[in-house]
């Protein structure tokens, strides 16, 4: 699937100064196309996480248009967007992002038990592939930062999504588990899936097919 | 979480049950009262403190001359009237206190017999007795007042009222076990004639004629005896229960609002907390409706296995501790009957679920509406 962003531009009104509006992502065009690994990559507080929102389905942007193949999302009502999210995207949150009341295998069901549907197949075959088997029945409190992020890497595949997003999937990761990751999304486009990246991993270029910087909320590249 | 519903469910059935209970009590002393007017020798007001004997199950007696029935009989306004007759027992077999014993007339009375028939169905013979709920003696067990003999032919239901520590028989047996008590001077009364003596008369009114009427014809013309209302005697009771009553519904509702309170803010709170966790589920694909009913289905499973162990824990509570709390008010306490306590228990059930709801349905819609963008973005 193709994503376009047409003119996109996020401005978000600061609480704590009143109206003060602050832009986030300023205007801005881009295009993802499937069966290619987009990175963005910028520094803190640059709207990274907000731009790949905007494209994700999550926060409706201020001005412009998201189009996936040339539909524009945002015109969907709350319940065809949800449901569109669940069944076409996949999303890596940034930081912790486990239910703490289900277990790692239930946390990776959990997008298949929103609409009542059940893929205990699949879920254990991502288990196995993330190399976290020992770990399935345990609780999200008593494991480790990587663990925790192959987890959610595996519950954002689980729909086998035609798009997927990653905020920052390496973030608590050592090398060997980066690299890990990113041959593991690298084989996700190359099996014809859109995917976005947002990262600090100077690695990551070596397998984007393109790089975008964003640097105080401009966009790059 | 569990448990603030379970303490709102346990409020709510707790305080229904007793003053259920209270009510319950009352009605049932009414019943045992069972007369307009009672006519007791003037002593037993002064000497015996006849009110207590009724209300409170001290134990009395006292007579008058046989006489007096006949007399009472002509007074105009009487309607039904039946004799009774009064005499407490030493200690015995049965029971570890001196117990009540309470004759009637078969012929005549309207007052006792309606009781026994519930327990019994049959006429109580001579030398048979009826005991009270309370009282450790068993149908076809032997017991002995003053050496005398008697057989224990039925036990009453629960009253909740001095009837369960009391002893009943005919007239006849009671005029004998009064004679037996003479001879072994265990009398305090020595010189009554036991054939000819009655301790009270009791008196319903005539259509047509007011109670009032009759207690004065009755007061005015014989000194020796004194009629009072039995309405007059229970109302002390009355207001007392009122009051109780009172306090504990005001009670109830004011833990009820607070517990109320306190489980909006827990729910409130709880949710406050996972928003991350809901904003992951947005993202996954939960729409803003699937969030809140999960939220809700979350909250009402909490609220209903908090009420299930509230109403249970209730029950246990005032079941073990019926007695205690009977005799902490000094009120007549007659838990309802098993349907009635099932009802409530319903109903306290649905209150408190319907609390939970309510404070389940806050938080819901609060998350409902949850920034996700917003909260998606932060690390931890
Ligand atoms: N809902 C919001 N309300 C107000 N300001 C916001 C909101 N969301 C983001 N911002 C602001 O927009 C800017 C960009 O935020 P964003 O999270 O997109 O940065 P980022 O590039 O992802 O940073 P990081 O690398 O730390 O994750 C920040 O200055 C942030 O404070
Ligand atoms: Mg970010």
Redesign the interface.
């Known amino acids: 699937m193709e994503i376009s962003a047409k003119d996109i531009k996020k401005e978000f009104i600061r609480e704590a100064a009143g109206t003060n509006v602050y832009t986030a992502v300023n205007t801005c065009s881009m295009e993802l196309k499937p069966g290619s690994l987009t990175v963005l990559k910028g520094r803190s507080g640059g709207g990274k996480t907000t731009l790949m929102n905007m494209l994700a389905g999550i926060l409706k942007p201020t001005e412009g248009q998201i189009l996936y193949d040339g539909r524009d999302i945002y015109s969907m009502n709350d319940d065809e967007l949800s449901e569109f999210r669940n069944k076409k995207t996949g999303y890596v949150p940034q930081g912790k992002s486990a239910v703490a009341s289900l277990t790692v295998r239930e946390n990776i069901l959990l997008p298949c038990m929103l609409f009542g549907e059940n893929a205990e197949d699949k879920a254990d075959d991502l288990i196995k592939r993330f190399d976290i088997e020992n770990i399935k029945n345990a609780y999200p409190e008593e494991l480790s930062g990587g663990e925790l992020r192959r987890m959610s890497i595996a519950r954002a595949l689980i729909r086998e999504p035609e798009i997927l997003f990653a905020d920052e999937p390496t973030g608590d990761l050592d090398d060997e588990n980066t690299e890990l990751v990113f041959k593991l999304l690298k084989e996700q486009a190359k099996m014809g899936k859109t995917v976005f990246v947002v990262t600090h991993e100077d690695t990551a270029e070596e397998y984007a097919d393109k790089v975008y910087l964003m640097r105080g909320g401009k966009l790059e590249g | 979480m569990i448990l603030i519903a379970a303490f709102l469910s346990f409020t709510v059935f707790a305080g229904t049950i007793v003053s259920a209970s209270l009510r319950n009590g009352f009605a049932s002393l009414n019943d045992r009262l069972g007369a307009d007017i009672m006519v007791v020798p003037h002593e037993a007001i002064t000497k015996s403190n006849f009110e207590n004997m009724v209300l409170q199950g001290n134990v009395g007696y006292f007579y008058m001359d046989g006489k007096y029935v006949d007399e009472l009989k002509e007074v105009e306004g009487v309607g039904k009237l039946s004799a009774q007759y009064y005499l407490a027992s030493v200690k015995s077999g049965c029971c570890s206190m001196r117990v009540q014993i309470i004759g009637f007339d078969p012929e005549t009375d309207f007052a006792i017999q309606p009781w026994i028939k519930k327990a019994n169905g049959k006429p109580v013979g001579y030398m048979d007795v009826v005991v009270g709920n309370d009282l450790n003696a068993f149908v076809g067990d032997e017991l002995s007042f003053f050496g005398e003999k008697v057989k224990v032919a039925a036990k009453l239901d629960k009253t909740g009222t001095s009837y369960d520590t009391a002893v009943f028989a005919t007239g006849d047996t009671v005029k004998q076990l009064i004679k037996a008590s003479l001879n072994k001077q265990l009398n305090e009364y020595a010189d009554i004639d036991a054939g000819n003596a009655v301790s009270c008369v009791l008196i319903d009114v005539a259509e047509g004629y007011s109670i009032d009427e009759v207690v004065n014809d009755i007061n005015i013309h014989n000194k020796k005896i004194e009629a009072i209302r039995a309405s007059d005697m229970i109302s002390g009771v009355s207001e007392s229960l009122d009051g109780v009553s009172e306090l504990v519904k005001t009670l109830t509702a004011v833990i009820w609002i607070l517990a109320l309170f306190v489980l909006i803010i827990a729910f409130y709170m709880m949710t406050g907390e996972?928003k991350?966790?809901f904003a992951?589920?947005?993202?996954?694909?939960?729409?803003?409706?699937?969030l809140a009913a999960i939220v809700l289905s979350e909250g009402m499973f909490i609220s209903a296995i908090g009420c299930v162990t509230g109403v249970l824990f209730g029950a246990l509570v005032i079941v073990s501790f019926s007695g205690a709390i009977e005799s902490s008010l000094g009120l007549p306490f007659l838990l309802p009957g098993a349907l009635d306590t099932v009802l409530v228990a319903l109903i306290s059930s649905l209150l408190s679920i319907l609390a939970g709801a309510g404070a389940v349905l806050l938080s819901a819609g609060r998350i409902s509406k949850l920034d996700?963008?917003k909260i998606?973005?932060?690390?931890?």
């Open positions: 996972r991350k966790e992951v589920m947005r993202v996954l694909g939960a729409s803003r409706k699937k996700t963008g998606i973005r932060s690390g931890e």
